[in-house]
């Protein structure tokens, strides 16, 4: 029998260790797996590498994990944020490490980590400094820049609705990161509103099938990084 | 030299942007001041508008009572699906930005060269936090980029200019700005002004345009301004 269902998501982020890399969904605060990354904050793991679009906003999610000083590098396109100068603090006292990714790439490079894809040519970033270093090569006269595929030891991701198997819907904008994500991570943790039993998803809707995911929560009432930062929230 | 009247708004701006944006057009607007042009859509054309965060037929901001924290733009702001919307996951969204699909993009600009090249996500200042975000994506893939920004700095400083000095977003990948003072083509031949804003003459925008500028008006004859000799007419000593 397939079961992926956890009891919490405390129980569901134990086994995180301290200097593993983990990958976190969302963009802005869409999506965020807030109940998720605030159990990692209390399960304690640091020295951690985090694979994330943006830095965190406010004092809550992953900005609160950067702040409690868990993270040891970001691998992001856009960690600046209106709300929130955790990530801005650490960068510039040196604290924190940031490997600069342009946003389509950050999501072809995990794509690729999932398909089974080791590197790619792409034409974004050429001729410009993110491209420094890194071997390029013309095709059709058009120069390529050569991305390495990106994977985690874990994931942890935001859904709409999931059932036993780990099939999984996703919210409008929430979706994001969220299913390339499940796809390169070696263990993908997915925190969702509603946990059905198999048979309650319609195949021919499934956005991310099961077979990508390890660890369902149930959290039926999940909080909005939206409106924990406009409360002014901090966590722990 | 006499002081001009004041340039176009942000909405003349943006209204102007709009016109050339062909019915049918799937489009995405960057963050900022490009995100007007989707208010001046000539009626009659249906386009829709991409935001790179994994949504197809965004529609305007919602009611301060409807706001849905899940259903969010590029720049973090909440939007609106429009009947005929998709969403879509990352990988999906920039397949559509580096795979062509998208027939245009308007961006803002710190700098545009004469030769296209765009400078818009770094003053390379070294306490500056690096973020890219999918700049770089949407010059490289979408077939056409335009720039939509004022034509100096607030100080003054001119954002058309020879060789871009900040860092750049892509190389040669801009083929026509919209100003507040004039809409300005980037050809072979460099930069060449296609209109100019109302009360304003052809030599007062290319005085604050730091390249040469073509007057390629409509009836124009052919005129060159600037700091240097356009490279159309450099001799070959």
């Known amino acids: ?236 | 030299m006499s002081t001009p009247p004041p340039g176009l708004t942000r909405d003349q701006i943006a209204e102007r942007a709009a016109q050339d944006i062909a019915d049918g057009s799937y489009v995405n607007l960057g963050i900022g001041m490009p995100e007007l042009i989707a208010q001046y859509v000539p009626e009659g054309r249906e386009i829709v508008l991409h935001t790179e965060n994994g949504l197809l037929g965004m529609g305007p901001a919602p009611a301060p009572d409807a706001v849905d924290p899940e259903l969010i733009n590029a720049g973090k702001k909440p939007v609106t699906a429009n009947p005929g919307a998709a969403y879509f996951h990352h990988a999906d969204s920039f397949a559509m930005v580096r795979g062509g699909h998208l027939d245009l993009c308007v961006l803002g600009a710190m700098e545009v060269a004469a030769n296209g090249d765009l400078a818009n996500w770094s003053t390379g200042q070294s306490d500056a936090i690096p973020a890219v975000g999918g700049a770089m994506d949407l010059v490289s893939g979408v077939r056409v980029v335009r720039v939509m920004t004022t034509h100096c700095t607030r100080d003054g400083t001119p954002k058309l200019v020879e060789k871009c000095t900040y860092p750049l977003t892509g190389a040669g990948v801009v083929s026509r700005i919209y100003t507040d003072l004039a809409v300005v083509d980037v050809t072979p031949e460099g930069f060449a002004a296609v209109e100019i804003a109302p009360g304003w003459s052809f030599d007062e925008v290319a005085a604050r345009t730091d390249a040469p500028l073509r007057d390629a008006r409509p009836g124009a004859v052919a005129t060159n301004r600037g700091g240097s000799e356009p490279r159309s007419t450099r001799s070959s000593r």
């Not at chain 1, 906003?57 to 209106?82: D, E, F, H, T, W």
């Not at chain 1, 820049?145 to 198997?165: M, P, S």
Request: charged share 20%.
């Open chain 1, 1 to 236: 029998m397939i079961d992926k269902r956890v009891a919490s998501a405390a129980e569901a982020v134990a086994e995180i260790a301290d200097g593993e890399t983990v990958m976190i969904g969302g963009f802005g605060e869409a999506g965020s797996p807030i109940e998720l990354v605030h159990a990692l904050i209390d399960q304690g793991a640091s020295d951690l590498t985090v694979i994330s679009n943006n830095a965190g906003n406010g004092q809550v999610g992953l900005a609160a994990l950067i702040r409690c000083g868990r993270v040891a590098k970001i691998v992001g396109s856009y960690p600046r944020s209106s709300n929130s100068t955790v990530f801005a603090d650490d960068y510039r006292a040196g604290r924190i490490e940031l490997e600069l990714v342009p946003q389509g790439t950050l999501a072809e490079r995990i794509r690729a980590g999932g398909a089974g894809i080791p590197a790619f040519y792409t034409p974004t970033g050429a001729a410009t400094e993110l491209a420094d270093g890194k071997e390029q090569r013309s095709f059709d006269g058009v120069p390529h820049v050569l991305e390495h595929a990106l994977r985690a030891d874990w994931a942890l991701i935001k859904a709409g609705a999931a059932d036993w198997h780990g099939n999984l819907l996703f919210n409008k904008t929430a979706r994001n990161f969220g299913p390339i994500m499940a796809m390169a991570a070696q263990t993908t943790v997915v925190q969702a509103a509603t946990v059905g039993a198999p048979g309650s998803l319609d195949p021919e809707t499934v956005v991310t099938p099961g077979i990508f995911v390890n660890r369902v929560v149930h959290i039926a009432d999940p909080a909005q990084e939206f409106d924990l930062v406009a409360q002014g929230a901090h966590y722990p």
